[in-house]
């Protein structure tokens, strides 16, 4: 701006000395004539001069606009933030020596709804956890219905193989008549014997205790 000033002060000047210059010299028309080809020259110049000084500070303005714009919302986000930091420091209990009666019951009413609002979603994924597990419950029941179906159908399937299994055991452990009427026999024999033995075995232990009491009554009488 500097320099456009200066520059339009010494084309100012440059016009009036040519006034001067042609003025006394020649005849009336010709100094009108060649001083207004001059002017007309000169006023060209200095309007294209402006138009491109002013057509580079018009180009140059949106770009100062457009600064000057994000600069003011950077100083509203900042002082919003500068807020918000503030207001979690005293929901957290620091910095309230400077709140008055007014603000901190607006701190209490803020925290009692805050406090609110966690309950309610506390309580509400509660809810949703019991509702999963009823679901998942469901399912095991059904599983294990199915499981139990199977297991039926199975036990049907070998229903007669164990019951061919059972008479099999129940045949080798109950064996025919004749066999069992012998080992009776032989039971019995076996017994008669053991009798028999058992019979000369109390007759020895009679015989020896009549000789012992005998021995005994003749050594007391002599």
């Known amino acids: ?49 402006q138009r491109s000084s002013y ?24 002082s919003k933030v500068e807020t918000l930091q503030q207001t979690q420091r005293n929901i957290l209990g620091e910095k309230l020596e400077h709140l008055d009666i007014n603000e901190l019951e607006q701190l209490e009413s803020q925290l009692d709804s805050s406090l ?14 019991l509702s999963d597990l009823q679901r998942k419950e469901e ?4 599983t294990n219905n199915i499981l139990r179906n199977k297991l039926e ?11 061919a ?13 004749s066999e069992e009427y012998y080992e ?6 076996l017994q008669i014997g053991c009798n028999s033995s058992g019979l000369n075995e109390s007759r020895e232990v009679i015989g020896s205790s009549a000789h012992n009491v005998s021995d005994f009554m003749h050594g007391w009488m002599t």
């Open 153 to 163: 159908e199975i036990n049907v399937a070998l229903q007669p193989t164990w019951e």
């Open 184 to 189: 009776k026999a032989h039971s019995n024999t």
């Open 55 to 78: 057509g580079a500070l018009e180009v140059h303005h949106p770009q100062e606009h457009e600064t000057q714009r994000r600069y003011q919302e950077y100083l509203k986000l900042k």
């Open 165 to 177: 299994r059972e008479q099999n055991a129940h045949y080798s452990c109950h064996p025919p008549q």
């Open 139 to 142: 399912m095991l029941l059904e």
């Open 116 to 129: 609110r609002q966690i309950r309610w979603k506390k309580t509400q994924q509660m809810l949703d956890q």
């Open 1 to 49: 701006m500097g320099c456009s000033r200066k520059l339009m002060n010494s084309l100012s000047f440059v016009m009036l000395r040519l006034l001067l210059l042609f003025s006394p010299t020649v005849e009336s028309s010709m100094s009108s004539a060649v001083v207004l080809a001059i002017c007309f020259s000169m006023a060209k110049t200095l309007e294209r001069y």
